[in-house]
């Protein structure tokens, strides 16, 4: 779960990138989101060879066109090609999620439904299209509240029409993930019938992913809203730190409820 996370990290930086308008944030916060996808990138290769649990045969060339990519935007961002950088995140978006996705499935004993045991392009392309919802979330709240602290150091040089373009982003990511999420995996499990230690511990699974990785993120988008309307800035980014956190317990619950369910929390 550790690698899924992390690559979810980097394709959400890559989002962030590609939202945000080149021309309207700093060089350095674009540089940093780079340099934050390599290291990223390269803490998830180390922990993949030190566990062995995943075979790199097909992760080791996503993992590497990955990197390329995060390469060309830092490249890019060095020569000032604003447009050729956010070109080039958004494919380290996309790729950083097929390897998620790819992780997720491989990671482990599978998952005991009989949609794991054959999944058909349905199934792929649900679980791909919810990996992008969750690596925006998780990349774009980190990015985002780097951007609040950007602009401490940017010096008049950016409007906040670049920090509450992205709140708005990450309140509309907010509502289509929580959507799925009830359909794919909350009305679903509602309609099981189970017992047991397992079935407790999914309850309780299922109550912190609501709760605190999509209720409460939501309550604080509209607060840190607020704030960079008032130019608060400095609050905004303090909340955001918060919010960063529950959202990645959020995901991480989804995570470990499409292990144990075989349902797309």
């Not at 989002?15 to 989101?33: K, M």
């Not at 008049?156 to 920090?163: A, I, L, N, S």
């Not at 989804?254 to 929390?265: N, Y």
């Amino acid at each position: 779960m550790v690698s899924v996370i992390l690559l979810l990290l980097v394709g959400g930086v890559g989002f962030a990138q590609v939202i945000s308008d080149p021309n309207q944030v700093t060089l350095r916060w674009l540089r940093l989101g780079g340099i934050i996808a390599l290291s990223l990138l390269a803490v998830t290769a180390t922990f993949v060879v030190m566990t062995g649990r995943l075979n790199g045969v097909t992760l080791t060339p996503l993992g590497i066109v990955t990197a390329a990519a995060f390469v060309v935007q830092l490249l890019a961002v060095q020569l000032d090609h604003r447009r050729t950088q956010r070109v080039a995140a958004g494919a380290g978006f996309l790729l950083a999620c097929g390897a998620a996705v790819w992780v997720s499935g491989t990671m482990g004993d599978p998952p005991t439904t009989a949609s794991w045991a054959g999944p058909s392009i349905w199934d792929v392309a649900l679980l791909y299209f919810v990996t992008l919802l969750s690596a925006g979330l998780m990349g774009g709240f980190l990015m985002t509240m780097l951007l609040g602290h950007a602009y401490l150091t940017a010096a008049g040089e950016m409007t906040q029409r670049p920090f509450l373009r992205l709140v708005r982003w990450l309140a509309v990511l907010l509502i289509v993930r929580a959507g799925i999420s009830v359909w794919t995996g909350l009305w679903p499990y509602w309609g099981r019938e189970s017992g047991g230690l397992a079935a407790v511990w999914d309850g309780v699974m299922v109550t912190a992913r609501y709760l605190v990785g999509l209720f409460m993120p939501a309550v604080f988008t509209y607060m840190i809203y607020d704030c960079v309307k008032r130019r608060s800035n400095q609050s905004a980014t303090g909340i955001l730190y918060v919010t960063l956190v529950l959202v990645v317990i959020g995901e991480g619950a989804a995570l470990a409820l499409i292990r144990s369910t075989g349902l797309v929390f």
